[in-house]
């Protein structure tokens, strides 16, 4: 875990204008800058970033957060990922806990270096090759095509003793370039092979990926497990296919290099491959950073639905009722080049379009292989649907009801039954309204005045120095604002700093508040008080703030007066709490600015 500490001095060493402006072209208007939404197709800059508060927010589509949120929503980097970038570019060194896979050592960027070196020789060396370009032209892919994706050639021998002066340098070895034989011999890794560089997030250049010329064996080849590259953490082609992957809605998972370079020269530039793993949850969830729909295509032979049935057993851990997993299964004859080749790319993308639903794929599984004629037949459909629906998780619990319906059905079942025979709890009904009455329910519908304490949390968020003069044991906490407004209360008692909106947001990511902070930042992402009104909204907090305990300490005395429980002591307490009321209400002026 990264120290909160850290953040919260990154947050306040970076700005956010500098950091949306590498990827988007902002432009000034008043005190706010403002760009087309990278998140929805929109042909108006309804998307706003404030320097003040150091957050972003789309008027259009809802997207907001701080520099970090941008570049875990645009980039599809994880929280980790995203604070090391920012700490790389603003020139500070991020704490290691032990816990991280990732080097925090100058070898990394050392690492990075090798491989982008080999990477330029294989490219250069590919234009001297005509057996390799005629590899290429054979499987038709264009000049421009190859350059787009920095394919290269590596020849036979060990041509990288010509580019790396020393080497034997063990930063060969460590990047998976080099293999070290017998008897301290060493020789390149990747000989007489189309090289395929594979990118990280932030497009660099992290391993390859070799494509045999000759019948040689493995066809296949890709670089080893080295502190830069997991296999089971990467997919081909997604730093190039990030910006399609938005624009298309969806994300097309293949199973080859030459797919998705083939898809791509064909106009279908939404698609990444896995890189000979199955596809993993975290593949699923680095793509769920950029879209709300995967479709995965396969061959439509057993070998393809086999694979599809790994991915899906793989996903049932990422699922969520917002989200759509679907599975596209092409002719036997067929893979994903072939068929573009053939059929177009509009023909895939509507086969995309049609691609089964998850829930289908699995339900159709089942039923094939299980007889549902018969008792025993039904029986094993519910053995063998068990461990599968057991793993979905609280964040698809429509979609697990809709599949236990379904199975409960199949094997002439309850409901109740079948939830009992996974030894799963049934998701309770609904509790019926009490307000039957149509127009009461219109009046409850009626957005309520804002809260004192929703009216100091603003306050507090756009000015953070103001925290430390709430009296927290005033501040109600039977509302989601009012308990943010405690904890940032807490936050400033126990000393710690706060900068501003964003680095609030950030501090309280991932806890019961973090959500509420997020959409109440959102909320003010355009608003701005003169200084001079920000006192008097305080102080009129302040005094709501008094008031609402005054009141709510009177009722309660109230009550005990109505049955005649009210001591003596109570009955003066009582009294000066009617004046004290009577006096606050003397001095409050409604600001009607919230």
Request: charged share 25%.
């Amino acid at each position: 875990m990264i120290p909160q500490p850290f953040i919260q001095s990154l947050l306040a060493r970076v700005d956010i204008v500098d950091v949306i402006g590498r990827y988007l072209p902002l432009k000034k208007s008043g005190a706010n800058y403002f760009a087309r939404c990278p998140f929805h197709d929109e042909k108006s800059a309804s998307f706003s970033v404030s320097p003040a508060k150091q957050f972003y927010y789309c008027f259009g589509c809802g997207q907001h957060g701080t520099a970090i949120g941008f570049l875990m929503a645009y980039s599809g980097l994880s929280f980790s990922e995203a604070v090391h970038e920012l700490a790389r570019d603003a020139g500070m060194q991020v704490p290691n806990d032990g816990r991280s896979s990732r080097p925090q050592s100058d070898n990394y960027e050392h690492l990075i270096d090798v491989l982008s070196t080999a990477a330029k020789f294989y490219r250069d060396t590919l234009g001297k090759s005509p057996e390799a370009l005629a590899y290429l032209r054979r499987r038709g892919l264009s000049a421009e095509i190859a350059a787009r994706f920095g394919i290269g050639f590596a020849p036979d021998g060990s041509p990288l003793q010509r580019v790396f002066p020393d080497y034997q340098n063990k930063l060969l070895s460590t990047a998976g370039m080099v293999i070290d034989g017998e008897q301290g011999r060493r020789y390149d890794r990747f000989r007489h092979r189309i090289m395929f560089p594979i990118h990280d997030r932030r497009g660099r250049i992290i391993a390859f990926g070799g494509r045999v010329l000759d019948s040689g064996e493995p066809k296949y080849l890709n670089s080893p497990e080295t502190p830069l590259f997991e296999k089971g953490r990467e997919l081909y082609g997604l730093f190039i296919a990030q910006k399609a992957i938005r624009e298309a809605g969806f994300a097309l998972v293949v199973e080859g290099y030459m797919d998705v370079i083939a898809l791509a020269q064909f106009g279908v530039e939404n698609a990444v491959a896995t890189l000979g793993t199955a596809t993993t949850p975290h593949h699923i969830q680095m793509l769920l950073r950029q879209t709300d729909r995967i479709v995965f295509c396969f061959d439509g032979d057993a070998a393809g639905r086999r694979a599809a049935w790994r991915a899906l057993e793989n996903a049932l851990e990422t699922l969520r009722d917002d989200i759509t997993l679907s599975f596209l299964f092409l002719p036997p004859e067929h893979d994903p080049d072939t068929y573009i080749r053939e059929k177009g790319p509009d023909a895939l993308r509507e086969a995309a379009a049609q691609a089964t639903p998850l829930a289908r794929f699995l339900l159709d599984n089942l039923r094939q292989d299980c007889d549902t004629a018969s008792e025993e037949g039904r029986a094993r459909l519910v053995h063998d649907a068990k461990p599968l629906i057991t793993r979905i998780p609280a964040a698809a619990s429509i979609l697990r009801l809709q599949l236990v319906k379904a199975i409960a059905s199949m094997s002439h079942l309850t409901q109740a039954e079948t939830e009992r025979a996974f030894g799963i709890a049934p998701m309770g009904e609904r509790p019926r309204s009490a307000t039957t009455n149509p127009a009461a329910r219109r009046v409850s519908m009626r957005k309520p005045p804002p809260s004192s304490a929703s009216t100091l949390l603003r306050l507090v968020l756009q000015h953070p120095a103001l925290a430390a003069r709430l009296p927290v044991g005033l501040i109600p906490d039977d509302t989601a604002e009012g308990r943010a407004l405690i904890a940032i209360v807490d936050l400033v008692d126990l000393g710690e700093p706060v900068a501003g909106l964003g680095a609030l947001v950030e501090r309280f990511r991932d806890t019961p508040h973090g959500d509420t902070l997020a959409r109440v930042g959102a909320e003010l992402i355009d608003t701005e008080f003169d200084p001079a009104v920000i006192e008097t909204l305080f102080e009129d907090g302040l005094r709501k703030l008094s008031a609402d305990a005054i009141t709510q300490e009177i009722s309660q005395l109230m009550e005990q007066a109505r049955t005649n429980t009210l001591s003596a002591t109570g009955r003066q307490r009582l009294n000066d709490l009617l004046r004290e009321k009577s006096t606050l209400a003397a001095f409050a002026k409604p600001t009607g600015l919230w």
